[in-house]
């Protein structure tokens, strides 16, 4: 391997260190957030352009070295914590609220919710928790909630959570607040159940996270010293040659 080579492939890797030092230092900043879920970075090594071999930076950074191809949101259940509060609502299995926003439906696993000022069942922003027939209106102070989604007030049936899934959940873009949009086939969810009284945590492991951002950063420290071990051979060689001339 060049010295060239040599210095390329130590600045992608110090480059993709940083990219997954990010991803899970926003785990991290959201690890308090209901429904959160955690991000990995994805990797792709482009061997078929490094067989094509018609590019210089094809050739300099070989058929080995591994390219940023985006995030890839990780939707596994996340812990249920009981707040004992009749309008927190956490979902047990596969599936999503859906929340009605400007911009069309979104979907949520985060059922911290509350009553908003047109006294419809609503996210924190105030954003409108949809249900089977459209929004559900929260007229009373004794609210019940099934395992299914019936929401009652006062003993009177007034409606019932819209839960579903999507066929291909890779697809779902995040929007913040624990908001997706997107998505394709929505469809009802099945066999998810509502626990009253609780929230769904976020999924991220503190401790993991910590121990991935500790090696990261020995690694990340450890490239920068063999970019300036590169650099100053790189410099010897020119001043060198300098004195051959």
Known sequence: MS?????????????????????????????????????????????????????????????????PSGARTDFSQGGLRQTDNALDLALNGTGFFCIKTPGGTH?????????????VLAT???????????????????????????????GTEVGALKLVTVSQPDSLKKMGNALFAGGSDEKEADGVKIRQGYIETSNVNAVRMMTEMIDLSRGYESYQKMIQSLDDAAKKSISDVGRLA
């Open 3 to 67: 010295l060239t080579q040599a210095m390329y492939a130590a600045t992608i890797g110090a480059t993709n260190n940083q990219l997954r030092m990010d991803a899970l230092a926003n785990n991290l900043a959201n690890i308090s957030t209901p429904g959160f879920k955690q991000d990995r970075l994805v990797f792709r090594v482009p061997v078929e352009a490094e067989k094509a071999g018609d590019s210089n930076t094809d050739y300099l950074q070989g058929p080995s070295s591994p390219m």
């Open 107 to 119: 979907y949520t696993r985060n059922g911290s919710f509350s009553v908003n000022a047109d006294g």
């Open 124 to 154: 924190k922003g105030g954003l409108p928790v949809l249900g089977k027939g459209g929004v559900i209106k929260i007229n009373g102070s004794d609210v019940h909630v099934d395992e299914r989604g019936t929401v009652s007030v006062d």
